[in-house]
């Protein structure tokens, strides 16, 4: 069976760091892309990074960009998302989730709840 287990969220003021994980078990992780994926109160879940691991690459929303940094460790089956200078607006429900190709999400366990408070 595939799990997925995201954590390292809580709750941190503005202009803070944390950095999440997710780890992953029961499919061949190297041959997929891994998507970190939000969603906060009232609003749809939103794309926020993604890297494939085939080849490294990695994506970013506007959003995030040049304040996350996503990486992946294939012999720990885990990705990272290191979020920095974090806003108030970055709070939300963190979830990821593999696919095919990027944005990832093809399936999903259970977040962690980041907050940031200004």
């Known amino acids: 069976d595939v799990q997925l287990q995201a954590s390292g969220g809580g709750s941190v003021q503005a202009g803070g760091s944390l950095r999440l994980s997710c780890a992953a078990s029961?499919?061949?992780?190297?041959?997929?892309?891994i998507g970190w994926f939000r969603q906060a109160p009232g609003k749809e879940r939103e794309a926020v990074a993604c890297?494939?691991?085939?080849?490294?690459?990695?994506e970013y929303s506007d959003s995030v960009k040049g304040r996350f940094t996503i990486s992946s460790d294939i012999a720990k089956n885990t990705v990272y998302l290191q979020m920095n200078s974090l806003k108030s607006e970055d709070t939300a429900v963190y979830y990821c989730?593999?696919?095919?190709?990027?944005?990832?999400?093809?399936?999903w366990g259970e977040g962690t709840q980041v907050t940031v408070s200004s």
């Open positions: 029961g499919f061949t992780w190297e041959h997929y892309a």
């Open positions: 890297i494939e691991n085939r080849d490294g690459s990695t």
């Open positions: 989730g593999p696919g095919f190709a990027c944005p990832g999400g093809d399936m």
